[in-house]
DNA sequence: TCGAGACTAGACAGACCGGTCTGGTATAGT
DNA sequence: ACTATACCAGACCGGTCTGTCTAGTCTCGA
């Protein structure tokens, strides 16, 4: 792929930044294939002969939230090095997210909250739910638990629900007890 | 109104039944009004005549699912007499629901997914959502918590993620770790 | 017996949907 | 100079969406 400037990016690249701010914040159902290649500045066929179909084109954006998520996630965890700092940093980089002024849920639970089974977004909502549970696992491993696999389930319930609590309830601050109970349950778990 | 068998509802009664069944399993955005009339054996203008409006149809099949999920949780909690119990009872109650076989999620948040702002929708969530934080929060208190606000919170986000889980992660035995989370946080704000 | 109210069937309007296709332009490699 | 590729603008297709309207049926109370 060819480097390009800020102003110069690609069909496929400027489809995929108009997929994300719309889908996002309005639904990947209510927004429609014409206001996606509108805001992209693309034609119609372009968008077809890049992705194919508007669930391409979802499963895409779906992709690249959860490839960007994934490495926000990991770049916190790695600056600690004691396991438990690092399942910590996991709920610090969901505060972050939480906090963004233009939060509108988990993008994975909003689009497959519609989604048709078998639907080429329920393949990147497992991809990305099963890396973050893998993720919170091992961590869960590493800190020295007695059932990883429960602490990170129970963790990851806690993650889930901040995501919810923020958007439903109208209030940023939900990673804040969710840290708070994260952090109970790793001591209760440690014994 | 008129008291009648079960095969005599009321225009308006099957209206809600048939949202009830296609809304919650396809989602309130996929389904069009004409299969819910067709599903109700209804005309669409008697539709329109009751409800006024796909809209509020929405917010009465939330209010609908919102008023049975109180009956029911209310029930479980009045079996027992501690706070203690009282608050483990709303989470077998959860884990019922996660376990009936036609389980798609929280119809809450599934339906907030795509809402417009200022939709009739948020309305139903917020007296929902509401009416359940302030049970948590009485039940939290009663049992003699340190901070009823911050624990009730905390619950609240393990039933929110167990509802999510147990639809992204096709698993209905979510509600059992978040459970023994719930147990765990009840246990550590006791001091 | 009559008339009001609740209901049904279905045509219709106007907008929008995802997707295909035609035609034309700009650019880059050979 | 020729050609392949990538792209744009937009007409067009068949279908579906919410919502309105007409016209007729049934029931029940006065």
Redesign the pocket.
């Known amino acids: 792929m060819a480097v390009r400037s800020a102003e110069q990016l ?3 690249e ?1 489809l995929l930044a108009a997929a994300n701010e719309l889908f996002y914040e309005e639904g990947v ?9 509108e805001r ?11 992705f ?6 979802i499963r895409a954006y779906l992709e690249q939230r959860y490839q960007a998520r994934r490495e926000r996630t990991m770049r916190a965890v790695e600056k600690f090095e004691t396991p438990r700092e690092r399942l910590m940093a996991v709920f610090d980089t969901l505060s972050e997210s939480l906090s963004q002024p233009n939060y509108h849920g988990c993008a994975f639970v909003n689009a497959s909250a519609e989604a048709r089974p078998g639907s080429p977004i329920e393949r990147a909502v497992d991809g990305y739910r099963g890396w973050l549970r893998g993720l919170l696992t091992q961590l869960a491993r590493e800190a020295g638990a007695a059932d990883p696999e429960r602490l990170a389930w129970q963790l990851h319930l806690l993650y889930d629900g901040a995501s919810v609590s923020a958007r439903m309830d109208h209030d940023p601050g939900a990673a804040f007890p969710a840290r708070l109970a994260a952090e109970a349950l790793i001591s209760a778990a440690l014994d």
Chains 1, 2 share one sequence.
């Open positions: 690609s069909a496929r400027r159902n209510t927004v429609g294939i014409d206001r996606v290649i992209a500045g693309v034609a119609k066929a372009t968008l077809y002969s890049a194919g179909s508007k669930d391409e084109l």
